[in-house]
Nanobody, 121 residues
Framework: QVQLVESGGGLVRPGESLRLSCAAS????????MSWIRQPPGKDREFVAR????????YYTDSVKGRFTISRDKAKNTVDLQMNSLKPEDTAAYYC??????????????WGQGTQVTVSS
């Protein structure tokens, strides 16, 4: 049974930090590209960050470059998203997703249930 379980969301003030974590099970973690994808209130899902199966390559959407860092631990089957200098526009439900060759959001095979991040003063 495939599971992606996110944790670490919450309510923070602008400029603060959060660390999201995703625990994966039920599939061969090392074969999959792992990503964080978010859905702001009333908007479509949007890509945030991606890390290759080997962790040798990462990619970020422009709005989070320099503030967010994605990492994965193949021994623990986890993928994390360190979010610094958070802004109100980062408010969204954040989803962990796994795909073998994801070219778009629709290509991801497995999804977590999401964790809410709210940035507000």
């Amino acid at each position: 049974q495939v599971q992606l379980v996110e944790s670490g969301g919450g309510l923070v003030r602008p400029g603060e930090s959060l660390r999201l974590s995703c625990a994966a099970s039920g599939f061969t973690f090392g074969w999959y590209v792992m990503s964080w994808i978010r859905q702001p209130p009333g908007k479509d899902r949007e890509f945030v960050a991606r890390i290759s199966w080997s962790a040798g390559s990462t990619y970020y959407t422009d709005s989070v470059k320099g503030r967010f860092t994605i990492s994965r631990d193949k021994a623990k089957n986890t993928v994390d998203l360190q979010m610094n200098s958070l802004k109100p526009e980062d408010t969204a439900a954040y989803y962990c997703a796994a795909g073998m060759t994801p070219w778009s959001i629709s290509d991801y095979s497995y999804w977590g249930q999401g964790t809410q991040v709210t940035v507000s003063s």
